[in-house]
């Protein structure tokens, strides 16, 4: 019986473990699981804060039940601080302080990714007792929520407008604070056209959300009766809590002590099957480089999706398998209130740094027939390129009835399979007037992309 | 300048008068509408008829003033009766019954379909003065409501459970109808699998309709009171207001007399550029056969989005283009109360047929992470090929939030581009809580399947 070691209880931990499993019913599974919480949804936490999930237990993917029965060993609380690829051991701290060794025939390390932490002075010398939080765990949540209500925070300022950071604007707002998003980029979601982040940073200003871009914090510290200040280069904001979300960084200390290859922005370098340079040892998710069909190089993106996919590969080859890695397209979506927006593949400016000759072209097209009740305009930014047609990227903008984290699917789909943007117009796409039209809007976005083009 | 004559102002002739307008501004584009509506949706009729837009007008894709804005020149009310494909001429009636006879350089015919009439003792008896109806224009549309409103019809029935008379169905329950539908075979929906089409008829009978399938309706005759009697094999039903709704036949009698070679079930014979037989004459929409990708040959399939697409490509030929139909897979989604269902590609009896070895495997997914609020299943029936792994088909049935008509997109894309069922699990698609999940239900269903292949 093979023994599979496997380093994080997150996505790509628990996929590898899964899919190990599914393939071979002998083998035999442990998981060193850092904190109490194995296969918890990350992407979910806000609507734990939100109040729109009251108990945070069922965030869990899984429950520790479902994953004993699937066959996963589960050691929680054991975080691993060696790996021996000499010896296939990995030494881990248990619950009790102890120091405990673990063999394996394969190991897969899933670290995943630490908050990164921006240079702001105070950051350093404050923490979740002073109201000052990042948010990447369960016990992250837990603090934010003791601020919350301990503390009777009302005021909030996030640092950061990625898609963490706004979700977090809606959650905090929904829970009753007043909110202000410090971004300093000129921008709110700085991985999408400004033209589409700007209704969107409209509408969060419609739900009350003071959205600041261009806007550098310097420092953070405590301020008068127990409150916070932080201080930008256009002014200062007082705060009850400070969320600091400007994006994570792979937590791969222990792999690199190990002889782990690192790779780009210090990722644990990994092939297609995801096989690090050391021998059995595999690694998935946050804590490695991806591998980006449309640039046919690896690059960091980490994303929950990305990670079940590559755990899944891992695990499959762990056990034997000659599983490969696709690719990702880093495809998002984001619910905002009452807004999506969502981009799959490359827009022009990351479209253009890879070397393409990129065209962008954007229309406005109803979700259905404007005659049925409900319909709503949505934006849609179609990047191509101009020598040989090849659909590039799509971007969408627009309310959250209108079915948009489906439809950048159709588009990521089709860059998938090397579609041009002309063969988006003859997918045989459904159409019925309250949910679409005889040319769907993926599909309208499409034609004025190849009439540009004509022109 | 050439001089392009269509014959029929909807789907397909429209799309081809405006396509070749795009490709070419001195072109010289006349449509002979046959009756006072250009550019209707049909398919946006039993939303009409159920009050949800009371504006008629509303059901034009678009004006007329659009249309002859972009360059089309409307004959409204011009029947055409003879084609001279010798003379480049076609003869027409014209509203006050004199003969006109127009000249082309390209001619595109489209003239649609008409209702297909069941062998039912009675129906060539009784018309819609009777309380009789069909439906496929907006004449018939209005004699619809003036049964409804003049004679006060209170019981409907409905002959035919195909998505017209399911919808119809919801229309008059909406307007206040108690409705009956009746199928000759036992089930609704017969392009879809049974274990879909049986909660879509539960859905139906929840919301007041009285489904009956395997009932086969033999007459059609006055009964009592100006009412109307339907005999079925299995007992009489009373009725206001009759409506058949059993299917089309292509409307061709006009091309085959001026020498149109037909195709399959009487279809117009056109080639993947929608050129017939004759020279400088081109067909497009429901009264031609249609390329399916998947089983590589001519069926009979006649859709809007499907007449919208091949429009276009005639349209485009006419003025010199080299455009080619890609080709349909059937693909459809059809909304009934809170219930959306669709299918696209071949499902495991009409791939058998075709000579495919089909496995259809079912699952049921969230549309989104089950801790957010309103997350629903969605049943789906993946279909793929056992020997070669290839994607043939999918159907799906859920809650008409689970954006289930843009869900079945995503595999009519893969589809289109020869994936195998594997090749979906590969994909990136989007993922955010309340909109996915991490593996999306398409990709799960696509797991399953290839779970039981290898079993």
């Given at each position: 019986m ?10 790509a ?6 899919r ?7 083998v ?6 850092a ?7 990350i992407?979910g ?10 108990d945070w ?21 054991h ?10 051991t990995?030494t ?6 102890g120091?405990?060794?673990f063999g394996?025939?394969r ?19 404050l ?15 837990f ?7 301990e ?8 640092v ?5 950071g706004?979700e977090?604007?809606?959650a905090?707002?929904?829970?009753g604070l ?5 971004e300093?980029v000129?921008?709110?979601?700085p991985t999408?056209d400004?033209?589409?982040?700007e209704?969107?940073?409209?509408h ?9 871009t261009?806007?550098?914090v ?10 916070l200040?932080?201080?930008t ?5 007082r705060a009850?809590l400070v ?8 937590d791969?200390?222990l792999?690199?002590t ?5 790779g780009?922005?210090?990722?644990i ?12 040892v595999?690694a ?5 480089h991806?591998?980006?069909?449309l640039?046919?190089?690896?690059i ?9 996919k590559q ?6 080859n762990?056990?034997g ?8 397209l880093?495809?998002q979506?984001?619910?905002v ?9 490359l827009?022009?400016?990351?479209a253009r740094?890879?070397?393409?000759d990129p ?6 097209a ?5 005659y049925?009740?409900?319909a ?8 191509g ?7 590039l ?14 439809r950048?699917?159709t588009?990521a ?6 579609a041009t ?7 045989d ?13 993926v599909?309208?976005a499409?034609?004025?992309w190849?009439?540009r083009?004509?022109?």
């Amino acid at each position: 019986m093979t023994r599979l070691l496997i380093i994080g209880g997150s996505d790509a931990g628990i996929s590898a473990g899964l899919r190990a499993r599914e393939l071979d019913p002998t083998v035999d599974v442990t998981l060193l699981v850092a904190d109490r919480y194995p296969n918890f949804s990350i992407c979910g936490i806000p609507y734990h804060v939100s109040g729109d999930v009251p108990d945070w237990h069922h965030l869990a993917h899984r429950t520790t039940t479902d994953l004993e029965t699937a066959g996963l060993h589960l050691r929680l609380e054991h975080r691993a601080t060696a790996i021996h690829p000499d010896m296939n051991t990995v030494t881990a701290t248990a619950p009790d302080g102890g120091s405990t060794v673990f063999g394996y025939d394969r190991l897969v390390i899933g670290t995943g990714a630490v908050p990164a932490t921006p240079p702001i002075d105070g950051l350093d010398r404050l923490g979740p007792a002073d109201g000052v939080h990042v948010l990447h765990t369960m016990d992250d949540t837990f603090a934010i929520l003791r601020t919350i209500t301990e503390r009777r925070a009302r005021q909030a300022v996030i640092v950061g407008a990625g898609y963490i950071g706004l979700e977090m604007a809606e959650a905090l707002t929904t829970r009753g604070l007043t909110v202000t998003v410090l971004e300093q980029v000129d921008q709110v979601m700085p991985t999408l056209d400004p033209e589409l982040a700007e209704p969107l940073a409209e509408h969060l200003r419609e739900r009350g959300v003071d959205v600041r871009t261009g806007t550098k914090v310097r420092s953070v510290g405590p301020a008068t009766a127990g409150r916070l200040a932080v201080g930008t280069d256009t002014g200062d904001h007082r705060a009850d809590l400070v969320l600091v979300v400007t994006g994570v960084r792979p937590d791969t200390e222990l792999a690199a002590t190990a002889g782990a290859a690192l790779g780009v922005q210090g990722t644990i370098a990994v092939d297609r099957g995801m096989r690090t340079n050391l021998p059995d040892v595999y690694a998935a998710g946050d804590c490695i480089h991806t591998y980006h069909r449309l640039l046919d190089q690896h690059i960091y993106l980490p994303l929950g999706s990305t990670a079940h996919k590559q755990g899944r590969v891992a695990g499959a080859n762990a056990v034997g398998g000659a599983a490969t890695f696709a690719g990702s397209l880093g495809t998002q979506a984001v619910k905002v209130f009452d807004r999506v927006v969502a981009g799959t593949g490359l827009r022009d400016t990351t479209a253009r740094a890879a070397g393409f000759d990129p065209v962008t072209v954007e229309v406005t097209a109803d979700d259905h027939k404007a005659y049925y009740p409900g319909a709503t305009p949505i934006r849609i930014r179609v990047t191509g390129d101009r020598t040989t047609g090849r659909l590039l990227g799509a971007q969408l903008f627009g309310h959250r009835s209108a079915e948009i984290a489906k439809r950048v699917d159709t588009y990521a789909t089709a860059i998938a399979f090397g579609a041009t943007v002309a063969d988006i117009i003859d997918l045989d796409l459904s159409y019925t007037p309250p949910l679409g039209s005889p040319w769907d809007a993926v599909q309208a976005a499409a034609m004025a992309w190849t009439l540009r083009q004509a022109a």
